[in-house]
């Protein structure tokens, strides 16, 4: 026994480096149980919060989708009585047809809770539904009713999805036609949401596990300072990691919203006004041609201006969102149809002078700088008021270059001073991303936007022995 003493008896420096190790283990558990706190409570912040977003983006869409519906049939519904029966088979018809999506649809009930519209539960049409609830007893039926009393809303419940015949959760919004005392809408399932947090979920806890085992080891086998640079790194590199991700998913939530956006503008603005004048034009023509007025077929050549109008303006929509030429022939001749288009759209006169090189630039390049020359010229048509825009695209020995010249009136400088435009920015952007330059030089007298891309973007020149060349930037 006294010999097992002797042998349990510690030296100064075994003394010493305990009395050091215990208040540094005690100290690395209780940074190791605040972190994964702090951790847990930040990262369930940020899920509370990329549900939030997400289920606001399901809600923008279902808004979106009841509008589209409404603008479909809003001129039969806008010009009809409200016992005009005729009237409401058709919009029951049409909505009944607009079936999107494996599960998406259209349904209407009536103010008295009769369903009149279920395209993907028919069994449902023709009865009365009044107290309907979910499995968890949510009220369905009287809550949509009761929102599109009060105009449009929306309502979550529990409802059968189709695809799978399960009870998933679902939002819908309605909105309320009040001189038929029609609840119109439709929904999406969440269900998906659900899974992408529950996800998230799981991942927080590997990783909150993941910091206790690394913690652990470090503390078992690293000196003191190589343990506390260890963990002020993996907190700044997690808090830095956390702010970039908030930061970029923030940011392609407003550059959907904002393409969306613009589109629905686009075709609101464009096309339907366009349809409607033709839809004015064909009901002119029929009751020319009920009387027997020779003129209708004024009314009836004018509906086919606008219906050609329409269709060239869903092919300069299309153009617009991803133009062929510029895959199937290369960035030159696209940027010579960009720069015809906007010539004969705007009136203004336009240039564009290329130097066909051998080297093609890739599939990234290409885009970026197309991007960059329509926001360029979307610009100047809303902003330079100029009268002569200049587009130059040459390759050289350190990559290739884009530059974009107009005679306008420049950027106001105190306007975007520290806060430079969307499109400036997006270009500005587009640049980063492939490792480039973006100058912008502008006066009184004109602004020149020089876009450059380095040579790592240039494909080698095609050999000859291949396949014919092709003059392709």
């Not at 029966?85 to 058709?90: D, H």
């Not at 219906?307 to 001749?333: C, F, H, K, T, Y």
Request: glycine letters at 8%.
């Amino acid at each position: 026994m006294p010999a097992l003493l002797d042998r349990l008896r510690l030296s100064y420096g075994q003394k010493l480096f305990l009395l050091a190790s215990v208040p540094l283990i005690l100290a690395a558990a209780a940074i190791a149980v605040l972190v994964a706190y702090q951790s847990r409570a930040m990262a369930d912040r940020e899920i509370r919060e990329l549900e939030r977003q997400l289920i606001e983006t399901k809600k923008a869409e279902l808004r979106n989708y009841v509008t589209q519906a409404r603008n479909g049939f809003y001129f039969i519904y806008g010009v009809a009585a409200p016992d005009d029966e005729e009237a409401k088979t058709r919009v029951a018809q049409i909505l009944a047809a607009m079936i999107y999506g494996d599960d998406g649809s259209f349904f209407v009930y009536d103010y008295d809770g009769t369903n009149l519209v279920s395209p993907r539960r028919t069994e449902l049409i023709g009865r009365n539904w009044t107290g309907l609830t979910d499995s968890e007893g949510t009220p369905i039926t009287d809550r949509l009713i009761e929102i599109a009393r009060q105009g449009s809303g929306y309502h979550t419940y529990l409802w059968p999805k189709p695809s799978t015949g399960d009870e998933a959760r679902m939002i819908t919004f309605v909105l309320g036609f009040q001189d038929w005392q029609w609840a119109v809408g439709t929904g999406v399932w969440i269900d998906d949401i659900v899974e992408q947090v529950a996800v998230a979920r799981a991942g927080v806890e590997q990783r909150v596990r993941r910091t206790f085992l690394y913690i652990g080891g470090i503390t078992l086998t690293a000196l003191l300072t190589v343990f506390l640079s260890g963990l002020v790194m993996n907190i700044r590199e997690r808090r830095l990691a956390d702010a970039k991700l908030k930061e970029l998913t923030q940011r392609v939530f407003d550059a959907q919203e904002e393409e969306r956006g613009r589109v629905a503008r686009e075709l609101h603005d464009g096309i339907s006004q366009i349809l409607v004048g033709v839809k004015y034009a064909l009901d002119i023509a029929r009751r020319r041609l009920a009387t027997g007025d020779t003129r209708a077929s004024e009314a009836l050549e004018r509906g086919q201006d606008n219906l050609l109008g329409a269709i060239q303006e869903v092919r300069r929509i299309s153009r617009d969102l991803r133009p062929g030429v510029l895959d199937d022939l290369g960035l030159g001749p696209a940027l010579k149809s960009l720069t015809e288009d906007f010539s004969a759209r705007t009136g203004i006169e336009t240039s564009l002078e290329t130097v066909v090189f051998r080297n093609r630039i890739d599939q990234e390049g290409r885009i970026a700088l197309y991007r960059i020359a329509q926001e360029a010229l979307t610009n100047i048509e809303r902003h330079s008021g100029a009268s002569r825009v200049e587009m130059d695209l040459r390759g050289h020995r350190k990559g290739a270059t884009l530059r974009v010249s107009d005679n306008g009136c420049g950027i106001d400088p105190e306007r975007h001073k520290g806060h430079p435009g969307i499109g400036l920015r997006n270009m500005q952007e587009r640049m980063d991303q492939l490792g480039g330059s973006l100058r912008v030089l502008s006066s009184q007298s004109g602004t020149v936007i020089e876009a450059q891309i380095p040579l790592s973007h240039l494909l080698p020149p095609e050999e000859s022995s291949a396949q014919p060349p092709r003059a392709r930037a």
